[in-house]
């Protein structure tokens, strides 16, 4: 079970749990964000269209990712819907849940080593590192990153400091992303080779200036096209980065009287 700040999920949420039950007008979830607080998911709320066996869509034991749709907290009752969840939430739910998953079991190992317990990790360092950085893990990864300073700028004391930084450089590892597309480049010019390449190299260079820490290969998928790969370690910079590379490309293969166009590869 990971931990979170609040006792209650607020209605518009996007929450994890495992079913523990299933009945003939819908199941029950436990939340496992919520310290096991249960919720429903009435059989209308399971599918976009006509569910003839809810068991044919949910089943004991089964994580699933839904919406809150209403909360009462007197009567204790929280209402779910699978159907309003897009497949975008689904994804970033699970893979939100896996990083705090990961955060936990560091700041376990961390509590452990300077004799605290769960809780006293998440009090004395883990919110910290929520309110500075957006979740608990990119904690760790700026201290991966930046040292023990990214820490204690999120006002984490020397103890804790220390000992995540040297968790996170055992067990952290940033994550990278990979987008791709081809560029086609033409120049009739008799150095027209030669006019293309210094427009791939000044392309690299500019995207290399956007954003520090990512990695971009352009090299030949036969004339006149060209793949561009940008690695960075989120989307959002990637496709800054390969917008930057391709933008300046085809600038500057126009101001030299030549011709090019950008064809994007899907993820």
Not at 123 to 151: P, R, V
Request: glycine share 8%; hydrophobic share 40%.
């Amino acid at each position: 079970m990971v931990k979170r700040r609040q006792e209650w999920p607020e209605v518009g949420d996007i929450v994890i749990g495992t079913v523990v039950r299933v009945e003939p007008y819908g199941a029950y979830v436990r939340l496992d964000e919520y310290n096991e607080k249960e919720g429903f998911i009435h059989i209308s709320e399971v599918s976009s269209t006509w569910v003839r066996n809810i068991r044919d869509y949910v089943r004991e034991k089964q994580k699933v990712v839904a919406k809150v749709l209403r909360v009462d907290k007197v009567k204790g009752h929280i209402d779910l819907s699978l159907r309003r969840v897009t497949d975008q939430w689904r994804r970033q739910k699970i893979s939100e849940w896996k990083r705090a998953q990961k955060a936990e079991n560091l700041l376990l190992l961390a509590a452990e080593k300077l004799g605290k317990t769960l809780d006293e990790a998440y009090e004395e360092a883990g919110w910290k590192m929520e309110d500075a950085f957006g979740e608990i893990y990119a904690g760790f990864e700026a201290a991966l990153e930046e040292g023990e300073t990214a820490l204690l700028k999120a006002g984490l004391d020397e103890k804790w400091a220390k000992v995540l930084t040297e968790l996170a450089k055992m067990y952290v590892e940033i994550p990278k992303v990979k987008i791709s597309g081809i560029l086609t480049l033409k120049c009739t010019k008799p150095n027209g080779v030669e006019i293309i390449k210094k427009t791939l190299k000044e392309a690299i260079k500019a995207g290399k200036s956007e954003k520090d820490g990512v990695k971009i290969d352009i090299y030949l998928a036969g004339t006149p096209r060209w793949k561009v790969e940008v690695e960075a370690k989120d989307w959002g910079t990637a496709e800054e980065v390969l917008k930057k590379v391709v933008d300046t490309a085809l600038s500057l293969i126009k101001e030299e009287g030549g011709e090019g166009e950008f064809k994007r590869e899907s993820r």
